[in-house]
């Protein structure tokens, strides 16, 4: 099976639900159709899109998450299934919040996101000595590394610039909180199949309407993003002067089913491992052990496609 992001991109379009399909009927009367079980995600990133009622039941009850985005691409809110207990003595650790097992836990967390971010550097030519010296002192101070990485890769990118974080008006970060919003959306769903509680995080701190739980779990996942915006410049010859943004969309899905990454004896999908890294912070939290926890590693990454599966589904 191959699992698909769908990007909705034109507007006044409806879906619905029959057979085992999910069905997208445009204004002419024209139809595309793909199987429910397919799909992993949903983008909508347009106006003008209608659900009926049944359609969106199937697709939650298939775990698929959705992702609403505004006119410019924003994206501002999920539509995901029901909180469940899976996996009852996990979803009970959790609540305990055993203190020494998430700062160990945190900690793995945050020194593979700041690795993966010193090999981003690498992977694009560029000299990581700066950013390996700051992550290898005694006392690792994130911000510091943040700041330094952001000057290096935005130069990189050819644009130097600031981190936007709210409210971007530049494409690149534009691009970015998009693509951190996907990543985002997968684990959001992974978590609630495991039956994890989003609203209850590691480090990120619990406040109205947060997820810190996702927080948490998405960081070491960031750089792939930046990555892959690096990749879609490179492509688009050294520029973005089109800063053509459904090519981004498009360019993105691409590499979250053909970019892999190796676990357990076998090689997953970026949109698979996700699962599977969730899925060992769920067994981790059982037995309030970190050792045999699965992290994304951006080094590790490789990119495979399956020439006889790799369609693209995009409206």
């Given amino acids: 099976m191959t699992y698909h992001i769908l990007h909705l991109t034109t ?68 539509t995901v299934g029901l909180d469940r207990v899976i996996r009852t003595k996990a979803f009970y650790n959790q609540i305990e919040q055993n203190n020494d097992f998430e700062k160990s836990l945190w900690k793995k967390l945050l020194l593979q996101k700041v690795q993966n971010q010193a090999d981003n550097i690498a992977l694009a030519n560029e000299d990581n000595s700066n950013l390996l010296r700051l ?107 089109h800063k053509d943004l459904k090519a981004w969309n498009k360019y993105f899905a691409f590499c979250m089913k053909n970019y892999r990454l190796k676990a357990k004896g076998m090689s997953y999908k970026i949109i698979d491992y996700i699962d599977i890294f969730v899925e060992e912070i769920t067994n981790a939290y059982i037995n309030f052990d970190t050792k045999n926890v699965i992290l994304p590693d951006i080094k590790e990454q490789y990119l495979h496609i399956d020439k006889h599966r790799n369609r693209e589904y995009e409206e």
Avoid at 27 to 39: M, P, Y
Avoid at 42 to 69: G, M, P, Y
Wanted: glycine content about 6%; some cysteine; charged content about 20%.
């Fill in 11 to 78: 507007p006044n379009i409806m879906l619905y639900a029959k057979q085992g399909f999910l069905f997208c009927r445009y204004d002419d009367g024209s139809e595309n159709k793909i199987a429910l079980d397919d799909i992993r995600a949903i983008i909508v990133a347009t106006h003008q899109v209608s659900f009926t009622n049944s359609c969106l039941a199937r697709l939650l009850e298939k775990d698929v998450v959705i992702l609403h985005c505004n006119n410019s691409y924003k994206p501002v809110g999920w």
């Fill in 135 to 241: 992550i290898n002192k005694p006392l690792m101070n994130e911000a510091n590394i943040a700041k330094q990485y952001w000057e290096i890769y935005f130069k990189i990118l050819g644009n130097p610039q600031k981190r936007e974080h709210k409210n971007a008006e530049s494409f690149e970060n534009i691009c970015l909180n998009y693509g951190y919003a996907v990543f985002q959306s997968l684990i959001y769903r992974s978590v609630l199949i495991h039956g994890l509680l989003p609203n209850l995080g590691i480090h990120h701190e619990e406040k109205y309407n947060s997820t810190p739980l996702i927080y948490d779990l998405v960081e070491p996942f960031r750089v792939f993003v930046d990555f892959y915006l690096y990749k879609f410049k490179v492509n688009e010859g050294g520029s973005f002067e």
